[in-house]
Nanobody, 128 residues
């Protein structure tokens, strides 16, 4: 059974940085592309970033490109999201998911409509 556990969410001021982690188990992590998605309060889930199984190729939504970096450590079965220059608009619950989304992906619908396994999420709050 796929099990994903996100951590690292916190309260941070605009302009600050955070690193999220996602620990995976129950599947061959090193063979699967992974993604980060997020859901702001009252909004649909939106794609943030994806990375291929080897960690060589990554894609980002326009809203985070240049500020966020997705990476992975296949020896530790862990996915990361380094977030810099955080903005108020980055306020959301962040989820890691299996699989990759194509470039240009925007809204993914509701959390219940998300068709890939995800974790329980970690809250990122950006506030003055």
């Amino acid at each position: 059974e796929v099990h994903l556990v996100e951590s690292g969410g916190d309260l941070v001021q605009p302009g600050g940085s955070l690193t999220l982690s996602c620990t995976a188990s129950g599947f061959r992590f090193s063979s699967i592309g992974m993604s980060w998605v997020r859901q702001a309060a009252g909004k649909d889930v939106k794609w943030v970033a994806s990375i291929n199984s080897g960690g060589v190729t990554s894609l980002y939504s326009d809203s985070v490109k240049g500020r966020f970096t997705v990476s992975r450590d296949n020896d530790k079965n862990t996915l990361y999201l380094q977030m810099n220059s955080l903005e108020i608009e980055d306020n959301a619950v962040y989820y890691c998911t299996t699989g990759r989304f194509p470039a240009g992906t925007t809204t993914l619908g509701t959390l219940e409509e998300l068709s890939v396994p995800r974790g329980q999420g970690t809250q990122v709050t950006v506030s003055k």
